[in-house]
């Protein structure tokens, strides 16, 4: 599992903030022909995007690009220029249907043919996708991760957006649960008020208690609050540590649930204990595969 704890967003037709993201040792840096670039500007972005992706060092951060929406007439123009930058994935916004990621994952196969390695990310941001879940996240095995756009889906139902965010809690919750049903990642919703280092930490947090991978994020400062909320604390990866370990003793004498510390440990705490020890390995906290 490669970690994917904050996802930075970087306009498309700025290359100086984007020489700045390739610098910064975030986990994803998205060049985004999206929202962040205007109308008048998708030509140079689309360019500014190949230049960048072919000439720029990201170090170790994972490379996507964001497209504009299926049915917006840009498309086609756009994922032309991404396919030429060479991503790691291409970001789909405002997908609605499992249709619109086929769409995507077989001009991918034409254009580079479909041995080649690209992944497709798949941003729910309306009240139809989330009726379509369960379509949506068995597309097409491109298909990678689910992004939640809480921003957009509130705009799309209605709703009020608040510090707490319950108006959107269900759709949330519905995301993490379907990527973790077909087994992908999910990353979480923007933080918008990026001088809020605390209130963007907290938010974090709790995305990651509910099983996101990850966060979307629009600002350098948000980089490290997120990549601390997503990574487990050292009594965290110790606490799985002794757990893994104390299973393989009392497997050895023919033992399943057994007490620790003087609690019971039993199937739901032993995979618990293991998804800590992956994202610490994904974080670089711990050698891959130790449990």
Same mark, same amino acid.
């Given at each position: &599992?490669? *970690?994917?704890?904050?996802? !930075?967003?970087?306009p498309g037709d700025d290359i100086h903030k984007?020489?700045?993201? +390739? &610098?910064?040792d975030v986990d994803c840096v998205c060049l985004d022909m999206e929202d962040g670039v205007a109308q008048n500007r998708k030509a140079e972005a689309r360019s500014t995007i190949v230049e960048a992706m072919n000439s720029i060092d990201f170090g170790? +951060?994972?490379?996507?690009?964001?497209?504009?929406?299926?049915? +917006?007439? !840009?498309?086609?123009?756009?994922?032309? *220029? @991404? !396919?030429?930058a060479r991503p790691d994935s291409i970001v789909v916004p405002k997908v609605e249907d499992a249709e619109q990621i086929r769409w995507v994952c077989a001009q991918i196969d034409q254009k580079v043919g479909n041995s080649t390695y690209l992944g497709v990310i798949a941003m729910v941001e309306r009240a139809r $996708? =989330?009726?379509? !879940?369960?379509?949506? %996240?068995? $597309?097409?095995?491109?298909?990678?991760?689910? =992004?939640f756009g809480a921003e957009d889906f509130a705009s799309d139902i209605g709703a009020i957006r608040t510090p707490q965010a319950w108006e959107v809690f269900y759709a949330r919750s519905a995301v993490v649960t379907h990527a973790a049903a077909y087994d992908l990642q999910a990353i979480d919703m923007v933080y918008i008020n990026f001088q809020d280092e605390e209130g963007l930490?907290?938010?974090?947090? =709790?995305? $990651?208690? &509910?099983?996101? +991978?990850?966060?979307?994020?629009?600002h350098p400062n948000q980089v490290v609050p997120v990549q601390k909320a997503f990574t487990p604390e @050292?009594?965290?990866i110790d606490w799985a540590l002794q757990v893994m370990q104390a299973y393989k003793e009392y497997q050895k004498v023919g033992r399943g649930a057994f007490a620790m510390n003087g609690k019971m440990i039993d199937a739901p705490l032993l995979k618990?204990?293991?998804?800590?020890?992956?994202? %610490?390995? *994904? $974080?670089?906290? =711990?050698p891959a595969g130790e449990s």
């Open positions: &599992m490669r *970690a994917r704890r904050a996802l !930075l967003y970087v984007i020489r700045k993201a +390739s &610098m910064l170790h +951060s994972e490379r996507f690009t964001r497209i504009n929406p299926i049915g +917006s007439g !840009l498309e086609q123009e756009d994922l032309r *220029a @991404a !396919l030429q $996708a =989330i009726l379509n !879940l369960v379509q949506i %996240a068995n $597309a097409h095995p491109r298909l990678q991760c689910l =992004i930490y907290q938010e974090a947090r =709790i995305g $990651a208690q &509910m099983g996101f +991978s990850g966060k979307q994020i629009i @050292a009594k965290e618990a204990a293991q998804r800590v020890l992956e994202r %610490a390995a *994904a $974080a670089g906290l =711990i």
